[in-house]
């Protein structure tokens, strides 16, 4: 009941707070900067809490600020009709809260909490949905201001990693635990062009309290470059990833894993058209199985900016790799690494591995504050000699019962209300139709989804 209290609380006090010229809150919460306040002469309490001077010259601050969601969810035939059927859904709370202390300009320190619980499941939460409490953020900058608006970073501790458009690299905000990695990094920034350089262990959520300790189970290390207003292509991403895994499984097999991935992104969004253009390829070593994966994505569209409501037509297709041959010396399954849990809406049933799907969407901007969304996704198997995964390459069903490729048609729609900067309104509706594939391995049965959240950010 105190939990319920807290959202209608905290709405009041952002009301009466006044804080309108709050610029909107980043996805990445260390990447907001409070230090203009220094010269804000209306202070509040609010504004107090995001930048509260320690120092006479207003250098040294410290800055508070946190995020509540809650999330109703409802399935009928959960996971095709193998989970145990649930007449009431479930709720997921997630409570994150920061503190943020910058010494000038060379020094900074960020520590992040995060908490969340999963209520009413009749299964057992895993541990992406419910961790009571734990230590999710904590890393130190040390800072080296150069000439020509330029910088150079080095960041070490806890912290979350993003890179281009989350298909590889996110914060994995759908679920309800975000993800973090042990890493040092080395970023540079310029006028146009960045790069990060990192190496890193990554955080394997468990349950209780405080016990995400430090892991050695998974490596992840890399580079990243992105160089913007290119003539004719806007924007281009440049990566290299390498990750070791201890112990992974795909549909052919089951151990070490040491995967290299190199791949670019040509982006851009403007008043009417944005497109997003992404391919890579895989290579290493898989219990002695040589790698050789890859994947294409094309994700464009065009915005009636000048007309009622602002439709936009958009169109995604990709295609992922799977494996070729079972019991050979070549995995050619593609792993997509640390992706969003959402990949394909907040349903999270198919991940990107072995994949092909079209995916065509209409949108609708009913006001400033009010858009809706509808797209219609159709999914397939690129190999008949792999499995179906999950976001986190988990295994679903494997491809060795089955000859069949389609999997499914997904139909979604979304209505998201955005007050202000502080509060988050979605409704989600998602109907999969079950095809061959899902019907020959298991139940495959249809599934109905709904969901409801509410999320507050100060």
Known sequence: MKRIVIIPFCLLLVWYSNAQNIPAFKQLRYEED????????????????????LSKNGNTYLSFGG??????????????????????????????????????????????????????????????????????????????????????????????????????????????????????RLLYTHPGWKADVFFSRFVQSKQQIFD??????????????VKNNIPILNNVDLYYFGLWKNKAKFDDGAGRELRHSVGSRIWAAKKFWRYDIEGLYQFGDFTGKKISAWTLSVNTGYKFANTLFKPELGIKTELISGDAKYNDNKLQTFNPLFPRGGYFGLVSLIGPANLCDIHPSFSLDLS???????????????????????????????????????????????????????????????????????????PGKNILFVAATTQLRF
């Open 34 to 53: 409070y230090s203009f306040l220094k010269q804000d002469s209306s202070r509040n309490w609010y504004k107090t809490t995001k930048y509260n001077a």
């Open 368 to 442: 400033r504050r009010l858009f809706f969304d509808l797209d219609y996704d159709l999914f397939w198997r690129y190999s008949r000699n792999d499995g179906i995964y999950g976001p986190n390459v988990a295994m679903i069903y494997s491809g060795k019962d089955s000859r069949q490729l389609s999997i499914g048609r997904q139909y979604s729609n979304t209505l998201e209300y955005i007050p202000n900067n502080f509060l988050y309104f979605r409704f989600e509706f998602t109907w999969f139709k079950a095809s061959d594939f899902l019907q020959d391995v298991g």
């Open 67 to 184: 995020d509540i969601r809650y999330q109703y969810q409802w399935f009928k035939n959960e996971n095709w009709g193998e989970s145990p059927k649930d007449n009431d859904g479930f709720i997921l709370t997630r409570y994150l809260a920061h503190a943020d202390f910058h010494a000038g300009r060379h020094f900074r320190t960020f520590v992040q909490l995060q908490s969340s619980f999963a209520n009413g499941r009749v299964e057992p939460p895993s541990p992406v949905d419910e961790n009571q409490l734990d230590l999710h953020q904590a890393f130190t900058d040390i800072a080296f201001p150069l000439q020509h608006e330029q910088a150079l970073t080095i960041r070490i501790g806890r912290q979350e990693l993003l890179y281009g458009s989350q298909r590889l690299v996110a914060v994995r905000e759908g679920p309800n635990n975000r993800q973090s990695f042990d890493a040092a």
């Open 212 to 225: 995400d300790g430090f892991k050695n189970n998974i490596r992840f290390w890399g580079a990243y470059l």
